[in-house]
């Protein structure tokens, strides 16, 4: 049974959630930000808030944008279980032509869920290899994808998995093609 209270839905949680996708410590985070163990440890308890230089440090740690540590407001009855579509945060690897967004509440389930849009012409040209699982979902439009070296051609209604393995994408048509992403675990 998964806990939904108000404490796993927290900054902090998504701040632990990040580090421990990144395989780091608190002690290596805290080198990093130059800051100590035990104020890490409170702002991910949520007993210290962090700054706006702190949370920019940490994105940059992280390799996520500064608004995806940026919590969406909500009414207090759906924080946690509803995300609006005009609410998603901004989440991803900034590649030009690719729009991501959160569909998860937040970071504290063992897996994510992405919206991504790819712009015509837009094109991830280095592979790329995450120690994720993720399987992915064409909304509609059309996709090449490259998964360990082999192209495939993926159209509306087409889904994929990627299991850790070298991949990456170009979308060469006239139109944004979009798609759903469950990730686990989380990266963003």
């Known amino acids: 049974m998964h806990n939904n209270s108000p404490e796993t839905?927290?900054?902090?949680?998504?701040i632990r959630a990040l580090r421990k996708a990144r395989g780091m410590t608190l002690v290596e985070l805290g080198e990093v930000l130059v800051r100590s163990v035990g104020w890490l440890s409170q702002v991910e308890r949520?007993?210290?808030e962090p700054s706006i230089t702190d949370l920019r440090q940490m994105a940059k740690a992280f390799d996520v944008?500064?608004?995806?540590?940026?919590?969406?407001?909500?009414?207090?009855?759906?924080q946690g279980?509803?995300?609006?579509?005009?609410?998603?945060?901004p989440i991803g690897c900034r590649t030009d032509g690719l729009i991501e967004e959160l569909l998860s509440p937040d970071l504290?389930?063992?897996?994510?869920?992405?919206?991504?849009?790819?712009?015509?012409?837009a094109a991830l040209t280095e592979e790329v290899v995450r120690?994720?699982?993720e399987l992915g979902y064409i909304v509609s439009g059309r996709l090449h994808l490259w998964v360990a070296g082999t192209r495939y051609e993926l159209a509306?209604?087409?889904?994929?998995?990627?299991?850790?393995?070298?991949?990456?994408?170009?979308?060469?048509?006239?139109?944004p093609c979009v798609?759903?992403?469950?990730?686990?675990?989380?990266?963003?």
Do not use: C, M
């Open 9 to 14: 839905r927290t900054l902090g949680a998504d």
């Open 156 to 175: 509306k209604g087409d889904s994929f998995r990627i299991r850790g393995d070298a991949y990456r994408w170009h979308n060469p048509h006239s139109t």
């Open 131 to 133: 120690p994720t699982q």
């Open 108 to 121: 504290t389930d063992d897996f994510e869920v992405v919206h991504s849009t790819f712009e015509p012409g």
């Open 65 to 78: 944008s500064v608004s995806s540590l940026l919590r969406s407001v909500a009414p207090e009855h759906e």
């Open 179 to 188: 798609a759903i992403w469950v990730i686990a675990p989380p990266v963003y």
């Open 46 to 48: 949520d007993k210290s």
């Open 81 to 89: 279980l509803i995300v609006r579509a005009d609410a998603r945060r």
